[in-house]
């Protein structure tokens, strides 16, 4: 059945974080669709048939700036599926689709359905940050909240660790690669439609969600001869360390960073950095340039002027480090980027940092830094890889996710796994890396928190490299060791970034963290 548009108008009403600042709110200053229902779904003998909303969380039907999961993603086939499949599902039930990119037109959704409340709302979280499901979740009808996977991922996980620590009782959340899984989920409306409470139509989700998770495979993972430093001999290492914040940083723990781990955090102006980039070597980064040609195992949408531009930086970060004594350089390359102050990503030259051992690290993220700055350490050399990860109930997973990764994750005297030269996947541009990391191997994943003396950890064995399009160009896929449901509750309070090295370092972080006498908190 086919279905008029009308359109909801109405400013920006996004939500603009680290990584919504890069396209303003241009990107949701395009009004929001709405699509209403048809006369038949509203009115007469069909009235009382289940009637749920259907909101998708987007900045529009067609991106129009950079996000997961990416610029120019069309997204008007993907909803028409979900819907479809939706309502082949639940034939007893009509779905109002409606789109909103942030709280002022969900609160336009709202206040409209007042003349004729549905039964309860479905809300896909299709973009990282739109906040909308908050206010559907303020109706207190019982919400089902959806992750598009790769899309609004971000979003998704922090906004539902936020419900589960605020105990919100009527918001259910599906997080499957599996459309079946949100079949069913859709299905326990029926719970309220007949009678039941909200409470027991979020505890039926809650319980498919358990069933349909598979149970853990086999976590023995393949012999890794890691002999990792001692606490003392760490907490020694760390403080020859230094770490560069280029172009600001986040969040505000230089302090706690010095303090508890006894590592200085210099502040560089892109200035700096842009000027060295102008005045290297240009003969010294074609010669570069030509070795990832050789050593790359496919190079799609880069051209050849853009690899020797990424080379220059590559130098550029060597030289800004020599020049200051430092280890360890952290760059707000959104921010430089999109703002005109760098030309090219560094996404090239961390990867080159961090398959020599030292550190390069996304975003200016210092806590994700100064975790990467301890674990390399420990490691003696192994490089930690900083993502935005995703989960997939529908296959146990965790999915790692970001466009810079090692491919040396044994260190740099180990084997070397194949990597490919990409654009950077949000905007399509510059040159970024996929490094397609080894399967079968424990790994051990952390965020230090030096202001709080808290280390968050999970482990997970790798089983596999998603080559899925959309989001960042390297996903790392590992099954998590322990309950996969806790690890949807600390993204709230930890952000999303999580540090992922190669190596069963569980007793090797419980031991510092003794040594440091902080708390570690097991997300899995």
Known sequence: MKTALSVVSGGCACCVTRRRFLAGCAACAAATTLIRPSPRESHGAESTRLRIRLIFALHGPVQEGPDWPNKGFDFRPVMARIEQTLKNGCPDTDFLPAMANGPEAAAKIVEEDKAHPPDGYIVYQMNCWNRVVQTIADTRKPVLYVDFLFGGSGGFLVYTASFLRQNKPNVAFVASSNMDDHVAAARCFQIVKQGGSTADFVAAVTKLRRDKTPAAGDLTSLPDALNPLSPEDTLKAIKEAKILAVGGGWPGISDAIQKELGVPVISVPFEELNKAWETVDKDEAREIADRWQNTAALIEGVSRETLEQSAAMYLAEKAVLQAHGANAITINCLGGFYGGHIHAYPCLGFHELNNSGLIGACECDLRSTITMVVMTAMTKGRPGFISDPVIDTAKRQI?????????????????????????????????????????????????????????????????????????????????????????????DAWGWHRVTVYGNLKEAVFGLADKLGWSVIEEA
Not at 401 to 411: I, L, R, T
Not at 455 to 470: E, P
């Open 399 to 491: 999915i790692y996710a970001h466009c810079v990764a090692s491919n040396k994750v044994f260190g740099p005297n180990g084997p070397a796994n194949p990597f490919q030269i990409l654009t950077h996947s949000e905007d399509r541009q510059g040159a970024s890396v996929r490094s397609l990391m080894p399967e079968g191997y424990m790994t051990t994943t952390v965020e230090l928190a030096p202001e709080r003396k808290q280390i968050l950890f999970h482990q997970a064995k790798s089983v596999g490299n998603s080559l899925d399009d959309r989001a960042c160009r390297t996903k790392l896929c590992g099954e998590p060791v322990g309950d996969i449901e806790k690890l949807f509750t600390q993204w």
